[in-house]
Nanobody, 127 residues
Framework: QVQLVESGGGLVQAGGSLRLSCAAS????????MGWFRQAPGKEREFVAA????????YYADSVKGRFTISRDNAKSTVYLQMNSLKPEDTAVYYC????????????????????WGQGTQVTVSS
C-alpha cells in the first residue's frame, strides 16, 4: 500500500497557475502508474491525468489537455500536476492516486484501477 499526501492547492485568479505535488511513501511508487482526479461540489470524481510508472506516457482529460501537465520524479517518490491557464470550472478538490497494478503499460486509468488515494487538496479559481 502506498501512502499519498498532496500539497500545493490554494486560491488563484482565472488565468493563473498552480503546481500540485503528491509525495508517496512505500516501496511500490516506482512500479505504479499515478493519477490525478478531482471532485467539484455536487459532482462525481473525475479523471484529470495519469502517468505511467516510468513516466514514458501521459494521459489527460479533454478538459485539461494543453493546460495541465503531469510529471513524476521516482527518485523523490513524487508526482506533480502543473496547472496553467486555470479556469473557474477547474475549482475542485484534487486527489492523487496510485494504480493497483504494477508496471502497467496500457491506457485504462479509470478510478477503479487506483487502490491508494491521498486526502485531497483544494483548488479554487476565482473569476
Amino acid at each position: 500500500q502506498v501512502q499519498l499526501v498532496e500539497s500545493g492547492g490554494g486560491l488563484v485568479q482565472a488565468g493563473g497557475s498552480l503546481r500540485l505535488s503528491c509525495a508517496a511513501s512505500g516501496r511500490t511508487f516506482s512500479m505504479s502508474a499515478m493519477g490525478w482526479f478531482r471532485q467539484a461540489p455536487g459532482k462525481e470524481r473525475e479523471f484529470v491525468a495519469a502517468i505511467r510508472y516510468n513516466g514514458a506516457s501521459t494521459y489527460y482529460a479533454d478538459s485539461v489537455k494543453g493546460r495541465f501537465t503531469i510529471s513524476r520524479d521516482n527518485a523523490k517518490s513524487t508526482v506533480y500536476l502543473q496547472m496553467n491557464s486555470l479556469k473557474p470550472e477547474d475549482t475542485a478538490v484534487y486527489y492523487c492516486a496510485a494504480d493497483r497494478r504494477s508496471y502497467y503499460s496500457g491506457s485504462d486509468y479509470g478510478a477503479g484501477r487506483f487502490g491508494s488515494w491521498g486526502q485531497g487538496t483544494q483548488v479554487t479559481v476565482s473569476s
